[in-house]
């Protein structure tokens, strides 16, 4: 959740820095907004941003719930952990 929210925000903020160069430089930015560029910079910042969100999956303990339909348990939870012991 933290990687897709981060994620878009900081998509909003190279979206508004691309308005910037169109508005404000809009010849000499031509060069430098295109695709292939466009393409990098959002790749970088994906890369920084689940490299930046990485400790949480070693923080964090994941469970999953499994339902069971028996009337004597409700759900069941297994524990998965991430430590390095």
């Known amino acids: 959740m933290h990687v897709t929210a981060h994620a878009s925000v900081y998509t909003l903020v190279l979206m508004s820095l691309?308005?910037?160069?169109?508005?404000?430089?809009?010849?000499?930015?031509?060069?430098?907004?295109?695709?292939?560029?466009?393409?990098?910079?959002?790749?970088?910042?994906?890369?920084?941003?689940?490299?930046?969100?990485?400790?949480?999956?070693?923080?964090?303990q994941v469970y999953q719930f499994i339902i069971i339909t028996s009337p004597k348990v409700l759900v069941k939870m297994r524990r998965y952990n991430f430590d390095a012991d």
Not at 20 to 27: E, G, N, Q, R
Not at 32 to 50: C, D, G, M, P
């Open 18 to 60: 691309d308005r910037y160069l169109a508005v404000v430089h809009p010849i000499t930015s031509m060069t430098i907004r295109n695709v292939r560029n466009t393409s990098i910079v959002l790749a970088v910042a994906w890369l920084i941003i689940v490299v930046a969100n990485a400790p949480m999956l070693l923080e964090f």
